[in-house]
């Protein structure tokens, strides 16, 4: 099966940086994804992992390593509008089924 | 709009009733899951289908609820005989059939019983 650990709240002020820690547990590796979740919306792809490193996309970067079972999502230049759920997965074998951790709830702050 | 679609995007009924939802994938998706969540929570797998064969069912799922894909386009949740802790939001996502598998998910229908 799949065990998904994110912390459930962070605190962040506008224009610094914020990394968004994940640690999973899976019974076979295929990638890793995070998306992002604004209160009473859908999630929304933000990124998707499957080799050890950091991948940039804009603001937003994620960073995964197999081997210690650990991905971060890094958010430079924070923006109000970036508060939200981040919401870390991991699918099993065959993409059949995706976990979602329980999210971390990001706030913003002037 | 090409997303994925959701109906109704609100239901609220009484203990006891049955519900049905729908969801419309984007057209070339042959991948469709349905997922339930509550505040506070991450997405809870319930579903998924490849085509119109149900391919998975989550273990936490009852005997109340019911998805079909009859076509192997939209997909229909039911649940039977509802309960107040069948109050979450149902979301629907789907995915293309090959490479990368991320989901776009629908906006959800969210259920209230009261």
């Known amino acids: 099966g799949q065990n998904i650990d994110q912390p459930t709240e962070m605190t962040a002020t506008e224009g610094a940086i914020v990394q968004i820690n994940c640690t999973y547990q899976?019974?076979?590796?295929?990638?890793l994804f995070w998306y992002q979740q604004h209160a009473g919306e859908a999630p929304t792809f933000l990124s998707y992992?499957?080799?050890?490193g950091l991948e940039e996309k804009g603001r937003f970067s994620s960073f995964l390593s197999r081997s210690k079972g650990y991905s971060y999502l890094l958010l430079k230049e924070l923006q109000m509008k970036d508060s939200a759920s981040y919401l870390c997965?991991?699918?099993?074998?065959?993409?059949?089924?995706?976990?979602f951790g329980t999210g971390t709830k990001l706030q913003v702050i002037p | 709009d090409t997303g994925v679609s959701q109906d109704p995007r609100h239901k609220i009924t009484k203990r006891g009733q049955n519900v049905t939802f729908r969801c419309d994938p984007i057209?070339?998706?042959?991948?469709l899951y349905w997922y339930r969540q509550t505040l506070g929570q991450g997405p809870e797998f319930l579903t998924y289908?490849?085509?119109?064969?149900?391919?998975?069912k989550s273990r936490l799922l009852s005997d109340r609820f019911s998805a079909e894909r009859p076509k192997g386009s939209f997909s229909t949740l039911e649940i039977q005989r509802t309960e107040q802790g069948d109050s979450a939001m149902y979301l629907c996502?789907?995915?293309?059939?090959?490479?990368?598998?991320?989901?776009?998910f629908g906006q959800g229908t969210r259920l209230t019983v009261v």
């Open positions: 997965a991991a699918p099993s074998g065959g993409y059949q089924k995706v976990t």
């Open positions: 899976t019974s076979g590796f295929n990638g």
């Open positions: 289908f490849q085509n119109e064969a149900q391919l998975e």
């Open positions: 992992n499957v080799l050890d």
């Open positions: 057209s070339e998706h042959n991948r």
């Open positions: 996502a789907s995915s293309p059939p090959a490479g990368r598998t991320e989901a776009f």
